[in-house]
């Protein structure tokens, strides 16, 4: 699809160079970027999964995840192949780092028809990386708005500024993966830099989207109390209110860590409760870490089984005490 690609740089010899993200990958002809979504041909950048849909389904929200927006709807999620990192122990590699396989065809308008016919309050985008399929993004995003429909990003967050500015006000919600607090880790096993993530986060923040955070849980790699303090007090210097979603790691990729025992989830969220009103674990079933209480009576006000939501508040407030939550109930 003949689509023009943003965020890049004509340079000398046909070369390219791409302004989309930190890795500022400088392409010769026929190069593709390291994202796997992004070429160089004739000296002109082409964004090569524009309109290429690897995944699409209908989700409940709490799967992104997203605990605390619009709780218990369904949306409509898409993805294309590719990310802009490399992380050793992906549990999504097989569509994220493998940019070539089957994929769908599709066009913005047909994604936005597709969340409608479904009955979607939304579209996600979601599964591997959808900040490097920023143009087909940003053109689906701009149609959803004026369908009615919400944006949800799943993301990394490792986006450039510029081009995070530039589809800020499209994005309602945000899940975003912060991997580590520890520079070394995202250098050496994900091959980025974790201060754009930072400062990508602390953006969707101050602009208003409701943005959530999830963190995998990774056994000698990023789970000391030391790390997991750095995480919970830059998620609380923002706001205590935002959830945070610890996740139990799987060997996957090129990782063979061992899986993430309960035991250390639960050192984890607990450590992290002890700023964060809201701390979730994912990937296991561990009691007192599923539900939203309410901050003030303490009483259950969304109540999770697996993906099954019971939601208690009345307009975001707790129907015991009256207090009200930070929690997205209407579009």
Same mark, same amino acid.
């Given at each position: 699809?003949?689509?023009?690609?943003?965020?890049?740089?004509?340079?000398?010899?046909?070369?390219?160079?791409?302004?989309?993200?930190?890795?500022?990958?400088?392409?010769?002809?026929?190069?593709?970027?390291?994202?796997?979504?992004?070429?160089?041909?004739?000296?002109?950048?082409?964004?090569?999964?524009?309109?290429?849909?690897?995944?699409?389904?209908?989700?409940?929200?709490?799967?992104?995840?997203?605990?605390?927006?619009?709780?218990?709807?369904?949306?409509?999620?898409?993805?294309?192949?590719?990310?802009?990192?490399?992380?050793?122990?992906?549990?999504?590699?097989?569509?994220?780092?493998?940019?070539?396989?089957?994929?769908?065809?599709?066009?913005?308008?047909?994604?936005?028809?597709?969340?409608?016919?479904?009955?979607?309050?939304?579209?996600? =985008?979601?599964?591997?990386?959808?900040?490097?399929?920023? !143009?087909? %993004?940003?053109?689906?995003?701009?149609?959803? &708005? +004026? #369908? *009615?429909?919400?944006?949800?990003?799943?993301?990394?967050?490792?986006?450039?500024?510029?081009?995070?500015?530039?589809?800020?006000?499209?994005?309602?919600?945000?899940?975003?993966?912060?991997?580590?607090?520890?520079?070394? =880790?995202?250098?050496?096993?994900?091959?980025?830099?974790? !201060?754009? %993530?930072?400062?990508?986060?602390?953006?969707? &923040? +101050? #602009? *208003?989207?409701?943005?959530?955070?999830?963190?995998?849980?990774?056994?000698?790699?990023?789970?000391?109390?030391?790390?997991?303090?750095?995480?919970?007090?830059?998620?609380?210097?923002?706001?205590?209110?935002?959830?945070?979603?610890?996740?139990?790691?799987?060997?996957?990729?090129?990782?063979?860590?061992?899986?993430?025992?309960?035991?250390?989830?639960?050192?984890?969220?607990?450590?992290?409760?002890?700023?964060?009103?809201?701390?979730?674990?994912?990937?296991?079933?561990?009691?007192?870490?599923?539900?939203?209480?309410?901050?003030?009576?303490?009483?259950?006000?969304?109540?999770?089984?697996?993906?099954?939501?019971?939601?208690?508040?009345?307009?975001?407030?707790?129907?015991?005490?009256?207090?009200?939550?930070?929690?997205?109930?209407?579009?």
């Amino acid at each position: 699809m003949n689509v023009d690609a943003v965020h890049w740089e004509a340079l000398s010899d046909h070369r390219v160079a791409c302004k989309l993200c930190p890795t500022a990958c400088n392409l010769a002809e026929g190069r593709v970027g390291s994202c796997g979504t992004r070429a160089n041909r004739q000296g002109q950048m082409v964004p090569l999964q524009y309109g290429r849909v690897v995944a699409a389904g209908v989700d409940p929200m709490e799967k992104k995840p997203l605990y605390h927006f619009l709780p218990g709807r369904p949306i409509f999620s898409v993805a294309a192949r590719g990310c802009n990192l490399h992380c050793e122990f992906c549990q999504n590699w097989q569509i994220s780092q493998q940019p070539e396989g089957v994929v769908n065809r599709c066009l913005p308008q047909d994604v936005v028809e597709l969340a409608v016919t479904n009955d979607s309050v939304g579209i996600a =985008f979601t599964y591997s990386e959808p900040l490097v399929w920023y !143009e087909f %993004v940003r053109d689906t995003a701009r149609l959803a &708005h +004026e #369908a *009615g429909l919400v944006n949800v990003l799943v993301s990394n967050g490792y986006l450039n500024t510029e081009p995070l500015r530039e589809i800020i006000d499209l994005i309602d919600a945000a899940n975003i993966d912060l991997k580590s607090m520890d520079p070394r =880790f995202y250098t050496d096993i994900c091959k980025g830099k974790l !201060e754009p %993530v930072l400062a990508n986060i602390t953006a969707l &923040h +101050e #602009a *208003g989207v409701h943005l959530e955070i999830t963190n995998l849980v990774i056994p000698g790699h990023n789970d000391s109390d030391e790390q997991l303090a750095q995480l919970r007090d830059f998620v609380a210097d923002l706001s205590v209110d935002i959830p945070l979603h610890l996740s139990a790691y799987r060997p996957e990729w090129k990782f063979e860590a061992p899986a993430t025992p309960p035991a250390t989830l639960q050192r984890a969220a607990e450590i992290c409760a002890q700023r964060l009103r809201y701390v979730f674990v994912g990937n296991v079933q561990l009691a007192d870490w599923n539900d939203t209480r309410c901050p003030q009576c303490r009483a259950v006000v969304i109540r999770r089984l697996g993906y099954t939501t019971e939601c208690r508040l009345e307009e975001s407030a707790c129907p015991d005490c009256g207090h009200g939550l930070p929690v997205v109930m209407t579009t």
